[in-house]
């Protein structure tokens, strides 16, 4: 008899006390990323490489990410990073656009401690992605500042 996955572990109990669930999580995934693929900076980004027949099983995804990330499920079996190396022109605006909309996003549609766990999540993300991607460009990353927050546009 195989064992039982135990029952996920939700990584914040005060956002679970919010609201936090998969519902709430894929509102905000459905949010986000309908404005950022139409955002000047970060929307050409994403249309030349998600296109419209494979944006629903790219946000599900994403949801699945999330989903992994806060409420501690066994859902997402991605690799992003190898997704990520391959676009050459990303850079820290587009990392700072990123967050600066998701930080808008979530504070719009979240109880307080449920955003602050988001963005807290999306910035430790955005900041690995761009350690990982300097490092495969070989730039220095001695002194690489973290990045600075963009106000939202």
């Given at each position: 008899?195989?064992?039982?996955d135990p029952q996920p572990v939700p990584r914040s ?108 999540r999306s910035e430790r993300t955005a900041e690995a ?25």
């Amino acid at each position: 008899m195989a064992a039982r996955d135990p029952q996920p572990v939700p990584r914040s109990p005060e956002a679970v006390a919010e609201g936090l669930g998969e519902a709430m999580i894929r509102q905000v995934v459905h949010h986000f990323y309908a404005a950022a693929r139409e955002d000047p900076v970060i929307g050409p980004v994403f249309r030349a490489r998600v296109p419209d027949d494979r944006w629903q099983p790219h946000l599900d995804k994403i949801e699945d990410f999330w989903c992994s990330s806060l409420l501690g499920t066994r859902g997402y079996d991605g690799r992003p990073m190898p997704k990520h190396l391959a676009i050459s022109e990303l850079n820290d605006d587009h990392f700072r656009r990123w967050l600066a909309l998701f930080r808008h996003t979530v504070t719009q549609l979240c109880p307080p401690k449920t955003a602050q766990l988001f963005v807290e999540r999306s910035e430790r993300t955005a900041e690995a992605f761009r350690i990982n991607i300097g490092m495969a460009r070989g730039e220095d990353l001695m002194f690489r500042p973290k990045l600075t927050r963009e106000p939202y546009p």
